[in-house]
């Protein structure tokens, strides 16, 4: 690992590719679409990227890496996630990954977030990478592990960045409650929060967001889709949501708010991804992105300009909360 004797921000765009997809998430992809999702990322000026061992149990990282490898290191902001040490498995050849993941099983993850766990799993990712330092390091879904990730596992990445190692230290996850207990109880820059602040839901804002406010600490939004429920113009009748089979309730919902979106000339999709922006204290949404076309998709989607008349339609329908979309106040 190379050591900067500075602390600056890591500086995140607004908007980063995520790459549990580049794992095979629920289904294969290649190297050659991983590379080409990233070249028509870069190209379309995307400049954050986000990946973890656990995405394909490694596989995700380096086939970021490689896609990566001959662009200028400074021009890019790269983060990964430790927590979940990989172990060999030569015993789950011709089994499938257990966690979601298309990958023969010959690889298997274990919950590590102690010192030596955090250094080890930090060191291999910059491996697998091919790179010589990332920029952040979540604590990645400690939910049940609050003891010792709130303690050895942020003590070990404070270490690393007041080293200058790492430029911030996070936490991710798609709990806000114990994100808030990170952002108030210790010594973090940035809380990566998947699936709580979206258009569909905003409990985030009942604790994360304001405690982020009140610290100084980042957010940065994940799942802004909800597993896909909110990723179409209308969700399919085997709409995922939370990664499980959505419930009737929340397709009606999903439904109800893409009539307003409708209604003024936008797309569930498009305003699901400019919402989160609209809360002073989200810095950067990850866009979960498995080809160029979806890239495409994405940046067109983020670049959107969605009426007034949306928000404010949304909250008369008692389909958004109105403090979700008055972030001044």
């Not at 109800?256 to 209604?263: G, K």
Request: aromatic share 6%; net charge negative.
């Amino acid at each position: 690992m190379t050591q900067d004797t500075t602390r600056p921000s890591p500086g995140l765009p607004t908007l980063g590719l995520g790459t549990a997809p580049f794992g095979n998430l629920y289904t294969a992809t290649t190297d050659e679409e991983a590379a080409a999702t990233v070249d028509a990322a870069w190209a379309a000026g995307v400049r954050y990227f986000d990946t973890a061992p656990h995405y394909g149990v490694g596989l995700a990282e380096r086939r970021l890496g490689a896609a990566l490898a001959g662009r200028p290191r400074d021009e890019y902001v790269l983060s990964t996630k430790v927590g979940r040490l990989l172990v060999p498995d030569p015993g789950g050849a011709g089994r499938q990954d257990d966690q979601g993941f298309a990958v023969e099983a010959t690889t298997v993850r274990r919950w590590d977030f102690s010192r030596d766990g955090v250094l080890r799993s930090l060191e291999q990712s910059l491996e697998r990478l091919g790179v010589d330092r990332v920029d952040v390091v979540y604590l990645h879904d400690p939910d049940a592990h609050w003891a010792e990730a709130s303690t050895t596992g942020v003590a070990a990445l404070v270490e690393l960045r007041d080293q200058g190692v790492v430029r911030a230290i996070g936490a991710g996850m798609n709990r806000s409650a114990m994100l808030t207990r990170f952002v108030r109880e210790t010594d973090v820059d940035l809380v990566l929060c998947a699936g709580r602040y979206t258009l569909l839901e905003q409990g985030a804002e009942d604790d994360l967001l304001p405690a982020a406010l009140e610290r100084g600490v980042g957010v940065v939004v994940g799942g802004v889709y909800n597993s896909g429920l909110l990723s179409t113009r209308r969700p399919p009748a085997d709409a995922q949501y939370d990664y499980a089979a959505a419930p009737p309730e929340v397709v009606a919902r999903a439904n109800r708010i893409a009539d307003v979106c409708e209604a003024h000339g936008v797309t569930l999709p498009e305003v699901a991804t400019v919402f989160p922006q609209r809360h002073p204290a989200v810095v950067s949404t990850l866009l979960g992105l498995r080809d160029p076309g979806q890239v495409a998709e994405g940046v067109a989607r983020a670049a959107t300009v969605v009426p007034d008349a949306v928000w404010t339609d949304l909250e008369a329908a008692g389909l958004l909360r109105r403090t979700a979309t008055t972030p001044e106040s």
